[in-house]
């Protein structure tokens, strides 16, 4: 039971000039978005897929610091 891309196609308004669905697209779409969630830094095959993993990045780091941060202050030295 695999994914049906021409039905998401449709769902996406994924459509060729004649109105059919266009498969290819959704799938296409469908590898960039796992390629922008699992991906790292250094996965930048696309601009709005490297833009998405360098926010994701930049969020992490963030994270990490303001943790480091909250350690520091809960343990001073």
Excluded: C, M
């Amino acid at each position: 039971a695999g994914v049906q891309w021409d039905q998401v196609a449709l769902a996406l308004q994924y459509t060729n000039a004649d109105g059919e669905p266009n498969p290819s697209s959704a799938f296409n779409r469908h590898a960039s978005l796992k390629v922008a969630v699992l991906g790292r830094p250094e996965d930048r095959r696309q601009p709005h897929v490297a833009r998405i993993i360098e926010a994701r990045a930049a969020q992490e780091e963030l994270e990490r610091r303001e943790r480091e941060r909250a350690e520091d202050a809960r343990y001073p030295a």
